[in-house]
Protein backbone atom coordinates (compact mmCIF):
# COMPACT_ATOMS: atom_id res chain seq x y z
CA UNK A 1 0.00 0.00 0.00
CA UNK A 2 1.29 3.70 -0.66
CA UNK A 3 0.12 6.78 1.53
CA UNK A 4 0.94 10.08 0.24
CA UNK A 5 0.95 12.06 3.19
CA UNK A 6 1.11 15.91 3.05
CA UNK A 7 2.81 16.70 6.63
CA UNK A 8 3.01 19.51 9.06
CA UNK A 9 6.63 21.09 8.36
CA UNK A 10 9.27 20.25 11.02
CA UNK A 11 7.01 21.64 14.16
CA UNK A 12 5.56 18.32 16.36
CA UNK A 13 2.02 17.87 16.52
CA UNK A 14 0.66 15.00 18.65
CA UNK A 15 -1.27 14.05 16.42
CA UNK A 16 0.30 14.08 13.43
CA UNK A 17 3.58 11.92 14.78
CA UNK A 18 1.08 9.08 16.10
CA UNK A 19 -0.45 9.00 12.43
CA UNK A 20 2.82 8.90 10.72
CA UNK A 21 4.26 6.35 13.27
CA UNK A 22 1.47 3.77 12.62
CA UNK A 23 1.52 4.31 8.70
CA UNK A 24 5.16 3.14 9.11
CA UNK A 25 4.53 0.36 11.17
CA UNK A 26 2.19 -1.14 9.58
CA UNK A 27 4.27 -1.22 6.59
CA UNK A 28 3.17 1.70 4.25
CA UNK A 29 4.75 3.12 1.65
CA UNK A 30 5.11 7.00 3.16
CA UNK A 31 5.47 9.74 0.04
CA UNK A 32 5.92 12.64 2.83
CA UNK A 33 6.18 16.58 2.23
CA UNK A 34 7.81 17.47 5.09
CA UNK A 35 10.70 16.34 7.88
CA UNK A 36 9.75 16.54 11.40
CA UNK A 37 6.75 13.91 13.16
CA UNK A 38 8.28 11.19 12.71
CA UNK A 39 8.61 10.96 8.67
CA UNK A 40 11.75 9.23 8.01
CA UNK A 41 12.67 10.34 4.20
CA UNK A 42 10.60 13.79 1.99
CA UNK A 43 9.77 14.37 -1.39
CA UNK A 44 9.44 16.84 -4.01
CA UNK A 45 6.43 18.36 -5.03
CA UNK A 46 7.15 17.03 -8.55
CA UNK A 47 7.45 13.42 -7.10
CA UNK A 48 4.77 13.73 -5.08
CA UNK A 49 1.90 14.38 -8.34
CA UNK A 50 4.00 11.51 -9.99
CA UNK A 51 3.78 9.15 -6.43
CA UNK A 52 0.12 10.04 -6.62
CA UNK A 53 -1.14 8.33 -10.12
CA UNK A 54 -0.92 5.15 -8.35
CA UNK A 55 -1.42 6.06 -4.58
CA UNK A 56 -4.31 4.27 -2.33
CA UNK A 57 -5.12 7.39 -0.21
CA UNK A 58 -4.06 10.78 0.23
CA UNK A 59 -3.53 11.87 3.90
CA UNK A 60 -3.23 15.64 4.40
CA UNK A 61 -2.30 16.15 8.27
CA UNK A 62 -3.12 19.89 9.38
CA UNK A 63 -0.10 20.90 11.61
CA UNK A 64 0.35 23.89 13.71
CA UNK A 65 1.45 26.46 11.67
CA UNK A 66 2.27 30.65 11.07
CA UNK A 67 4.39 31.41 14.69
CA UNK A 68 8.06 32.15 14.02
CA UNK A 69 7.64 31.53 10.59
CA UNK A 70 6.36 27.78 10.07
CA UNK A 71 4.89 27.15 6.81
CA UNK A 72 1.59 25.75 6.23
CA UNK A 73 1.49 21.90 5.02
CA UNK A 74 1.49 21.61 0.91
CA UNK A 75 -2.22 21.35 1.01
CA UNK A 76 -1.72 23.24 -2.80
CA UNK A 77 -0.90 19.91 -4.16
CA UNK A 78 -4.20 18.40 -3.38
CA UNK A 79 -6.01 20.68 -6.47
CA UNK A 80 -3.02 19.35 -8.33
CA UNK A 81 -3.41 15.82 -7.65
CA UNK A 82 -6.95 16.13 -8.14
CA UNK A 83 -8.37 12.76 -6.87
CA UNK A 84 -10.31 13.53 -4.15
CA UNK A 85 -11.62 10.45 -3.71
CA UNK A 86 -9.16 9.03 -1.86
CA UNK A 87 -8.17 12.11 0.42
CA UNK A 88 -8.43 11.74 3.88
CA UNK A 89 -7.92 14.87 5.58
CA UNK A 90 -6.59 14.04 9.25
CA UNK A 91 -7.18 17.81 11.83
CA UNK A 92 -5.72 17.90 15.12
CA UNK A 93 -6.41 21.09 15.75
CA UNK A 94 -7.34 22.33 18.97
CA UNK A 95 -9.49 25.32 21.42
CA UNK A 96 -7.85 26.55 24.27
CA UNK A 97 -10.82 27.86 26.43
CA UNK A 98 -10.15 26.19 29.44
CA UNK A 99 -9.78 28.98 32.46
CA UNK A 100 -6.55 31.11 32.26
CA UNK A 101 -6.99 32.65 36.01
CA UNK A 102 -6.12 36.10 35.34
CA UNK A 103 -7.78 36.06 31.84
CA UNK A 104 -10.93 38.28 30.92
CA UNK A 105 -11.79 36.30 27.98
CA UNK A 106 -10.79 32.60 29.44
CA UNK A 107 -12.72 31.81 32.79
CA UNK A 108 -12.98 29.05 35.02
CA UNK A 109 -16.09 28.38 34.29
CA UNK A 110 -15.32 27.50 31.24
CA UNK A 111 -14.26 24.24 32.22
CA UNK A 112 -17.77 23.30 32.19
CA UNK A 113 -19.52 24.84 29.44
CA UNK A 114 -18.68 22.98 26.72
CA UNK A 115 -19.50 25.39 24.05
CA UNK A 116 -16.23 27.47 25.13
CA UNK A 117 -14.44 24.53 23.61
CA UNK A 118 -15.31 24.80 20.22
CA UNK A 119 -13.60 28.09 18.37
CA UNK A 120 -14.71 29.31 15.12
CA UNK A 121 -14.44 28.39 12.54
CA UNK A 122 -14.45 24.94 13.94
CA UNK A 123 -14.01 23.00 10.84
CA UNK A 124 -11.77 23.61 8.16
CA UNK A 125 -15.24 23.44 4.78
CA UNK A 126 -12.20 24.31 2.53
CA UNK A 127 -10.47 20.79 3.46
CA UNK A 128 -13.82 19.18 3.97
CA UNK A 129 -14.85 19.93 0.39
CA UNK A 130 -11.72 18.50 -1.23
CA UNK A 131 -11.71 15.34 1.50
CA UNK A 132 -13.91 11.95 1.17
CA UNK A 133 -12.53 11.25 5.25
CA UNK A 134 -12.36 13.95 8.00
CA UNK A 135 -10.87 12.52 10.54
CA UNK A 136 -10.61 14.71 13.81
CA UNK A 137 -8.62 15.05 17.07
CA UNK A 138 -11.09 17.11 18.98
CA UNK A 139 -15.23 16.00 18.31
CA UNK A 140 -18.08 16.65 19.90
CA UNK A 141 -21.70 15.59 19.55
CA UNK A 142 -23.05 17.79 17.45
CA UNK A 143 -19.84 17.57 14.86
CA UNK A 144 -21.33 14.23 13.96
CA UNK A 145 -24.27 15.61 12.21
CA UNK A 146 -21.12 16.58 9.34
CA UNK A 147 -21.69 12.67 7.76
CA UNK A 148 -17.47 13.07 6.43
CA UNK A 149 -16.73 13.82 10.79
CA UNK A 150 -14.71 10.72 11.88
CA UNK A 151 -13.22 10.55 15.60
CA UNK A 152 -9.54 10.40 15.55
CA UNK A 153 -8.32 11.11 19.11
CA UNK A 154 -4.47 10.83 19.93
CA UNK A 155 -2.85 8.20 21.44
CA UNK A 156 0.31 6.67 22.92
CA UNK A 157 3.47 6.96 20.60
CA UNK A 158 5.57 3.84 20.82
CA UNK A 159 8.07 6.23 22.68
CA UNK A 160 5.87 6.86 25.59
CA UNK A 161 6.24 2.97 26.49
CA UNK A 162 9.16 2.59 28.85
CA UNK A 163 11.08 0.09 30.44
CA UNK A 164 7.70 -1.63 33.29
CA UNK A 165 9.35 -1.25 36.75
CA UNK A 166 7.68 -3.82 38.93
CA UNK A 167 8.50 -1.73 42.40
CA UNK A 168 6.29 1.33 43.10
CA UNK A 169 8.37 3.81 45.35
CA UNK A 170 6.30 6.71 45.17
CA UNK A 171 2.75 7.19 45.89
CA UNK A 172 1.98 9.76 43.25
CA UNK A 173 3.69 11.71 40.36
CA UNK A 174 2.57 14.97 39.17
CA UNK A 175 4.03 16.41 36.13
CA UNK A 176 2.62 20.27 35.71
CA UNK A 177 5.40 22.68 36.23
CA UNK A 178 7.82 20.11 35.53
CA UNK A 179 8.35 18.07 32.91
CA UNK A 180 4.93 18.72 31.09
CA UNK A 181 5.44 22.73 31.51
CA UNK A 182 3.05 25.21 31.98
CA UNK A 183 0.36 25.09 34.82
CA UNK A 184 -2.04 27.96 33.66
CA UNK A 185 -5.07 25.99 32.25
CA UNK A 186 -7.70 23.77 33.40
CA UNK A 187 -7.17 22.35 37.04
CA UNK A 188 -3.77 21.80 36.28
CA UNK A 189 -2.88 24.89 38.86
CA UNK A 190 -5.27 24.23 41.67
CA UNK A 191 -4.16 20.07 41.55
CA UNK A 192 -0.47 21.27 41.37
CA UNK A 193 -0.77 23.26 44.25
CA UNK A 194 -2.46 21.04 45.97
CA UNK A 195 -0.29 17.73 45.06
CA UNK A 196 2.81 19.63 46.23
CA UNK A 197 1.62 20.74 49.55
CA UNK A 198 0.35 16.87 50.42
CA UNK A 199 1.89 15.98 53.81
CA UNK A 200 2.61 12.50 55.09
CA UNK A 201 2.47 11.18 50.84
CA UNK A 202 5.37 10.10 49.07
CA UNK A 203 5.28 12.11 46.13
CA UNK A 204 7.50 13.82 42.81
CA UNK A 205 5.75 16.63 41.94
CA UNK A 206 7.21 19.25 39.50
CA UNK A 207 11.01 18.30 38.61
CA UNK A 208 12.25 18.84 35.23
CA UNK A 209 13.56 15.26 34.34
CA UNK A 210 15.41 14.01 31.40
CA UNK A 211 12.71 12.19 29.28
CA UNK A 212 13.64 8.21 30.33
CA UNK A 213 14.08 9.30 33.76
CA UNK A 214 10.24 10.62 33.64
CA UNK A 215 9.29 7.36 32.21
CA UNK A 216 10.79 5.90 35.04
CA UNK A 217 9.19 7.91 37.66
CA UNK A 218 5.62 7.36 36.33
CA UNK A 219 6.42 3.65 36.21
CA UNK A 220 7.44 3.29 39.77
CA UNK A 221 5.01 5.65 40.86
CA UNK A 222 1.14 4.04 42.10
CA UNK A 223 -0.48 7.37 40.73
CA UNK A 224 0.11 9.32 37.80
CA UNK A 225 -1.80 12.57 37.39
CA UNK A 226 -3.56 14.12 34.03
CA UNK A 227 -5.27 17.29 33.57
CA UNK A 228 -6.01 19.01 30.04
CA UNK A 229 -5.17 22.14 28.82
CA UNK A 230 -6.24 22.62 24.88
CA UNK A 231 -8.44 20.07 23.34
CA UNK A 232 -9.99 18.46 26.56
CA UNK A 233 -6.80 16.00 26.12
CA UNK A 234 -3.34 15.66 27.13
CA UNK A 235 -0.15 13.73 26.48
CA UNK A 236 0.61 12.83 29.95
CA UNK A 237 -2.37 10.83 30.28
CA UNK A 238 -0.69 8.30 27.28
CA UNK A 239 2.40 8.35 29.43
CA UNK A 240 1.12 7.13 32.56
CA UNK A 241 -1.48 4.86 31.04
CA UNK A 242 2.15 3.63 28.82
CA UNK A 243 3.87 2.61 31.63
CA UNK A 244 1.36 0.80 34.00
CA UNK A 245 0.92 3.28 36.60
CA UNK A 246 -2.93 4.51 38.00
CA UNK A 247 -3.96 7.61 35.44
CA UNK A 248 -6.16 10.30 36.91
CA UNK A 249 -7.74 11.88 34.41
CA UNK A 250 -9.86 15.13 34.14
CA UNK A 251 -12.74 13.77 32.41
CA UNK A 252 -13.18 14.89 28.59
CA UNK A 253 -16.18 16.07 26.86
CA UNK A 254 -14.89 15.11 23.90
CA UNK A 255 -16.09 11.95 21.82
CA UNK A 256 -13.64 9.06 20.83
CA UNK A 257 -14.19 5.28 19.89
CA UNK A 258 -12.89 2.92 23.22
CA UNK A 259 -12.62 5.45 26.15
CA UNK A 260 -11.45 4.41 29.31
CA UNK A 261 -13.73 3.40 32.12
CA UNK A 262 -13.51 5.00 35.44
CA UNK A 263 -12.29 2.60 38.31
CA UNK A 264 -11.58 0.19 35.62
CA UNK A 265 -8.96 1.17 33.61
CA UNK A 266 -8.55 5.22 34.53
CA UNK A 267 -9.95 7.27 37.40
CA UNK A 268 -11.83 10.73 36.38
CA UNK A 269 -12.69 13.60 38.10
CA UNK A 270 -14.20 16.93 36.92
CA UNK A 271 -13.79 18.60 40.09
CA UNK A 272 -11.24 19.56 42.67
CA UNK A 273 -13.44 18.22 45.49
CA UNK A 274 -14.32 15.03 43.60
CA UNK A 275 -10.19 14.72 42.66
CA UNK A 276 -9.53 15.63 46.35
CA UNK A 277 -11.80 12.22 47.63
CA UNK A 278 -10.69 10.05 44.94
CA UNK A 279 -6.82 10.87 45.79
CA UNK A 280 -7.43 10.04 49.75
CA UNK A 281 -9.44 6.95 48.34
CA UNK A 282 -6.93 5.28 46.25
CA UNK A 283 -3.80 6.79 48.67
CA UNK A 284 -5.39 4.18 51.04
CA UNK A 285 -5.73 1.74 48.24
CA UNK A 286 -2.42 0.63 46.67
CA UNK A 287 -3.56 -2.70 45.38
CA UNK A 288 -6.73 -0.67 43.23
CA UNK A 289 -4.38 1.27 41.90
CA UNK A 290 -2.18 -1.82 40.63
CA UNK A 291 -4.81 -3.05 39.09
CA UNK A 292 -6.47 -0.18 37.29
CA UNK A 293 -2.91 0.43 36.09
CA UNK A 294 -2.63 -2.72 34.47
CA UNK A 295 -6.13 -2.88 32.80
CA UNK A 296 -5.17 0.68 31.74
CA UNK A 297 -2.22 -0.28 29.77
CA UNK A 298 -3.69 -3.29 28.63
CA UNK A 299 -6.25 -1.07 27.18
CA UNK A 300 -4.04 1.56 25.88
CA UNK A 301 -2.25 -1.31 23.59
CA UNK A 302 -5.34 -2.73 22.41
CA UNK A 303 -7.13 0.59 21.41
CA UNK A 304 -4.56 3.24 21.23
CA UNK A 305 -1.52 2.62 20.15
CA UNK A 306 -0.20 4.08 16.16
CA UNK A 307 -0.41 0.99 14.87
CA UNK A 308 -4.02 0.69 16.51
CA UNK A 309 -5.06 4.49 15.18
CA UNK A 310 -3.78 3.30 11.80
CA UNK A 311 -5.66 0.01 11.61
CA UNK A 312 -9.13 1.74 12.66
CA UNK A 313 -8.71 4.45 10.00
CA UNK A 314 -8.13 2.21 7.52
CA UNK A 315 -10.96 0.22 8.34
CA UNK A 316 -13.48 2.94 8.43
CA UNK A 317 -11.93 4.28 4.67
CA UNK A 318 -12.18 0.26 3.51
CA UNK A 319 -15.82 0.46 4.22
CA UNK A 320 -16.96 4.00 2.84
Given at each position: M ?7 H ?7 A ?76 E ?56 P?Y ?10 SI ?109 F ?45
Amino acid sequence: MKVIAITPHQKMDSLAALIVEGLYSKGIEVVATDFGNNVKKTYTDDEIIEHSKDADYIFAIWGKHGLNGVPSPKFYLLDKINRPNIVAYIDGSEWTSTGYPDSPTQLRDSLFDISRHRGSPWINEEMYNKCKWYFKRIVFEQDLEREKIIPCYIGAWDEYFGESISKKEYDLYCSFGGHAGHTDTGLRGPIYNYCKNLKDVKSVVGQRLDHKTYLETISKSYIGISSWGAGNCCRRMWEILSNKTCCFIQKPFIIYPNKLVDGESCVYYETMDEFKEKLDYYLKNKEECIRIGQNGYEHVKRYHTATARIEQMMNMMKNG
